[in-house]
């Protein structure tokens, strides 16, 4: 569907509220290529999966999804014969140790969530591969249960540094006179004694560096030098033995990488899906019936970003008539009812539960399209009259009988008999393509004109002309008032004004008022 349509009916705010509900780099993605499909097929299977993911939010348990933000780049990786770190591997171990739990979580809801559960059958946890990461790595280092002989060398290392640490301490005995301070410290990993310089020659052994006033000399004794070449024999045998144990542990990782690239994919989808029903649960959100002709049926359907507070609509296009003509004041809600049907049209198209309730219906429409507002005319340099009819034009180029279209104040913005009569001409073609059409305006001539043709009916916003105030209720087969005079009464425009305008219209114009009948 086209971008600028969605766009008009606020769709890229939805949009960016489903992003913000996903964990994953990869659920993400899915959120943000995600559009609305025209294929009933798709829809019917994103709706059922939103709703068995909404089912098992609603039941209290807490979905073992994975945030483990880094583990996409590893995987890509994977196939390129890389020896990975201690890191790298503990974070694959512990992102396999969410697959094999979200796989297990799903299993054990098959009854309440029958389609979704069967994708974690997909799902492989590499158990094998698991348990050795599990074993050998932990805390971002290996452990001694990695193997026997990294064990025995890391004894080795201990024994080596209890050796070095009693003989510094001897030699902090025996060489007090001569030292700066009674302490160790390390250099270059040697350990080292604080000597005066002019005491260099009292203390055998190598100089590691000097302090900033150049009087004390950080010496590694001869014999504290010997132990720690052992210790370093044993450092290298234990990088070897490292270098060893992850090599055969990355190679492992390597042999799964089509396992573990489709786990990521399963994860990703997972996270999109209950992104999608998270979504739906801010608004208390309902599956919809599913027609499989063009029709729209909204049972005290409410729009998604308006709060609670707003007010519930009923309305029903493409049953008894497919056009409906919108009339009422300004601020009414008349516009607020169009982009609440366009809107929830394509949330439905993307497998999102609407805040509606039961009985309401939808069919898939190949084309939802909307002249809502002028905001196309700026960017294109456009009068607003110009950004209508090249909306309108790029409408008729694909409307036919699976497309709904919204049409916000027909006639709007050029001559009113010439924008009166190509506003006819227009409902006319889209009625012989059969096309649904929803559109408001404040012309007696349209209002007319769905009072007289089959196929099309009026409806207005309910007013209360004793307070001036909008009831925001849609009211089907009538036609409404624009309540100008009214209106410019309670906002305080001179009476004598209003009078007179009143006395032109009574003079010069026929209306078509509330009192009668479609």
Not at 116 to 145: K, V
Not at 437 to 455: C, L, P, S
Not at 474 to 480: D, F, K
């Amino acid at each position: 569907m086209n971008e600028m349509n969605l766009k008009r009916l606020e769709y890229n705010i939805i949009k960016e509220k489903l992003i913000a509900f996903t964990v994953s780099s990869g659920g993400r993605k899915l959120a943000e290529q995600h559009k609305p499909s025209s294929q009933e097929t798709e829809v019917r299977e994103w709706l059922v999966e939103t709703e068995e993911a909404a089912n098992l939010l609603a039941s209290g348990t807490s979905v073992p999804l994975s945030v483990m933000e880094g583990i996409e780049p590893f995987l890509a990786q994977l196939g390129k014969g890389r020896i990975y770190n201690e890191q790298e591997l503990g974070l694959l171990g512990s992102w396999l140790a969410s697959v094999s739990h979200m796989k297990q979580y799903m299993d054990a809801k098959r009854e309440i969530a029958p389609k979704i559960s069967g994708y974690a059958d997909e799902m492989n946890g590499c158990p094998d591969l698991r348990e050795q990461l599990e074993r050998c790595i932990r805390h971002g280092a290996l452990t001694d249960q990695a193997s026997a002989k990294l064990a025995d060398v890391r004894r080795h290392i201990l024994q080596a540094e209890g050796k070095i640490e009693r003989k510094v301490n001897q030699t902090l005995g025996r060489y007090k006179s001569a030292l700066q301070e009674h302490l160790v410290s390390r250099r270059n990993g040697h350990y080292v004694l604080p000597v005066k310089r002019e005491h260099r020659k009292q203390v055998p052994g190598t100089v590691w560096g000097e302090s900033a006033s150049g009087q004390t000399l950080f010496i590694e004794p001869t014999d504290v030098a010997e132990l720690h070449s052992e210790w370093q024999m044993w450092k290298g045998e234990e990088e070897r033995e490292r270098m060893i144990l992850l090599s055969e542990l990355s190679e492992q990782a390597e042999s799964q990488a089509t396992k573990l690239m489709w786990n990521l994919e399963v994860m990703a989808a997972f996270d999109f899906i209950f992104a999608r029903a998270k979504l739906s649960r801010t608004w208390d959100g309902i599956t919809v019936r599913l027609s499989t002709h063009p029709v729209i049926k909204l049972v005290n359907a409410k729009h998604p970003l308006l709060g609670k507070e707003c007010k519930p609509l009923n309305v029903s296009i493409g049953q008894e008539w497919r056009q409906l003509i919108i009339t009422g004041p300004n601020t009414g809600g008349k516009t607020i009812t169009l982009k609440t049907v366009g809107l929830l049209a394509v949330m439905v198209q993307s497998g999102l539960l609407i805040p509606a309730e039961t009985g309401t219906t939808f069919g898939v429409f190949e084309h939802v399209l909307a002249d809502v507002g002028d905001g196309q005319s700026i960017e294109r340099s456009l009068s607003t009259f110009s950004a209508h009819m090249a909306n309108l034009k790029e409408m008729l180029d694909v409307a036919g009988g699976r497309s709904l279209l919204l049409l916000d104040e027909l006639a709007a913005g050029t001559d009113p008999g010439e924008g009166i009569a190509l506003s006819i001409a227009l409902l006319e073609e889209l009625l012989e393509r059969r096309a649904l059409v929803a559109a408001t305006t404040h012309f007696n001539e349209i209002k007319r004109y769905a009072a007289d043709t089959a196929g099309c009916t009026n409806a207005r916003m309910a007013f209360d002309p004793e307070t001036l105030y909008p009831l925001y209720r849609l009211e089907i087969g009538e036609a409404g008032d624009s309540y100008a005079f009214a209106i410019a009464r309670r906002f305080g425009l001179p009476e004598q004004v209003v009078q007179r305008a009143e006395m032109r219209a009574a003079a010069g114009q026929v209306n078509i008022s509330s009192s009668e009948r479609a």
